[in-house]
Antibody, heavy 117, light 110 residues
């Protein structure tokens, strides 16, 4: 069965970087994209970006303003999101999800990222 | 790009029907038949309920129905059940591998 397992919670200081991983299983990794979505406390879902596991093509939301990197490791079927120059408003739960022909059908459980001095 | 517009809350009694709207523009909702809906319970990851405007993944009851007219998509839930109480988010493809989400609608089953 399709599964997405994310890395554990992180606490970072403002200005630091964080890397969240999303290890997938149960499907052919290269056949699907991976998208990243975050949810700030008490807020809605915010789309962050998408990466093709086939060729590495990627697209970011404008709100990230060049602070993010998305990568994939096809050998371990894992996707990564790195966010730099962290600010307090980056505090959120970060989700990865499998993209399946323009919709997101399987989601990871989320990774809490807290930015606090 | 702005988020899609959803009502903040809707409510209904068990057995009743409700509809949640999702308004966008001709660049997203109106431009593609790629609207999806997600259910999210507290502390949980979103769950896909509807994709491609009106298709249901396996395991989603046929009480959930999606539709679209112009720049507005809708999610209808008939025969409300207590387990339907959750937050619902619409999402639309906006071209060149970008997506938008709505602000979310809290469904309360009275």
């Amino acid at each position: 069965q399709v599964q997405l397992v994310q890395s554990g919670a992180e606490v970072k200081k403002p200005g630091a970087s964080v890397r969240v991983s999303c290890k997938t299983s149960g499907y052919t990794f290269k056949n699907h994209g991976v998208t990243w979505v975050r949810q700030a406390p008490g807020q809605g879902l915010e789309w962050l970006g998408w990466i093709s596991a086939y060729n590495g093509n990627r697209k970011f939301a404008q709100t990230l303003q060049g602070r993010a990197t998305m990568t994939t490791d096809t050998f371990t079927s894992t996707a990564y999101l790195e966010l730099r120059s962290l600010r307090s408003d980056d505090t959120a739960v970060y989700f990865c999800a499998r993209e399946n022909i323009i919709h997101f059908d399987f989601w990871g459980p989320g990774t809490q990222v807290t930015v606090s001095s | 790009q702005s988020a899609l517009t959803q009502p903040r809350s809707v409510s209904g009694s068990p057995g009743q029907s409700i509809t949640i709207s999702c308004s966008g523009t001709s660049s997203d909702v109106g431009g593609y038949n790629y609207v999806s809906w997600y259910q999210q319970r507290p502390g949980k990851a979103p769950r896909l309920m509807i994709y491609d405007v009106s298709k249901r993944p396996s395991g989603v009851p046929d009480r959930f129905f999606g539709s679209k007219s112009g720049n507005t998509a809708s999610l209808a839930i008939s025969g409300l059940q207590a387990e339907d109480e959750a937050d619902y988010y619409c999402s639309s493809y906006a071209g060149t591998y970008t997506w938008l989400f709505g602000g979310g609608t809290r469904l309360t089953v009275l």
